[in-house]
């Protein structure tokens, strides 16, 4: 059976996934975002029924994995057992195939993919693994998007940060009123952090899983150790639990910062119990098309500075699997 985290990243999705990871019936590694990074090539591949088609999916499939900063230890993608293994020609086969593998060679009875934008694809996910698991995990969008603004993914201004957020979360709550409580379970990063015990112990009960006290010890394990080591990004994970690292946006955020945020996504804040601090239920002002034009180019103006300042190793591991996305699409432009 498939665990599957949704949400949006920035919100503690390591933490808990290395948590989750210390539990010896779950496997959970650092994810290679297979849907995210190549459900949108996916018509370079043609029909999928045929054979040839299907392989090079499977091997591209297999070397994004391969190629992942933090490495799945141990574990070697025989291209035609991953074929063998899935039960339609499909990417969310694919995807589940090798993730059945990850969890075998671990010793691990189920896996957890903790890549947050599979919240885009439920639909194709939830056909294919009618019996998945969800786990949502949210955190307040405007300490969300101090984190993104430091960050070297994402985007950068607060606008477009509500945005995708918004965006996200809507379809996390979207499924959730769709599913049973036995199939989706919301996680607060609030809770996560500021009582780790009883909000995991609670997970673990949905999950079906034993609850131990080393779920706690994660920053302690080579896990977390890999993933700190490939990656600014990741850097908190090797300490505790941080218990205090909320509600940050009302000492770093600016009044106009909040204002759009709370203009964009003040309905999905709602939503999710989070409250609204400068922009009332009802009150609501449209961005002019020239105001959102200076928002997006301010955005792009501050991606392409904190690109100049990304460490070059950490750069490297991030080219070698764009270079593989770059090599699929180069490689369509020549068939064609």
Sequence with gaps: MG???????RSGSNLLRLMLNQVSEIAAPHPPHILQRLMPLLSMYGNLEHIESFQLLVDDVCRLVELNPVPWEGVHLDRADVARRCRERSLVAVFCAVYDILAETWGAKQWCCKSL?????????NAYLPDA?????????RDVALSFQKAVVGEK?????????????????QMRDRLSTDQFYSVSYENLTSDPETTLQGLCGFLQVEYTPAMLDFHESSEASNAAASSALWGNVTKPVIKDNTKKFLKHATDEEIMIFELVAGDVLDALGYERVKIAQGEAIEFTKQAIKNFNQINQNL???????????DLKRR???ANLLQEIQIRNVVAA
Excluded: C, S
């Design 117 to 125: 934008a599979n919240v885009m694809y439920l639909p194709e996910i």
């Design 3 to 9: 665990f599957l985290m949704i949400g949006t990243q």
């Design 319 to 321: 080219d070698v699997q």
């Design 157 to 173: 201004h607060i606008f477009n940060i509500a945005q995708n957020w918004a965006k996200a979360q809507r379809l996390a709550i």
């Design 133 to 141: 698991k969800y786990i949502y995990l949210h955190r307040d969008g």
């Design 303 to 313: 991606k392409e500075d904190i690109l100049q300042q990304i460490d070059p190793e």
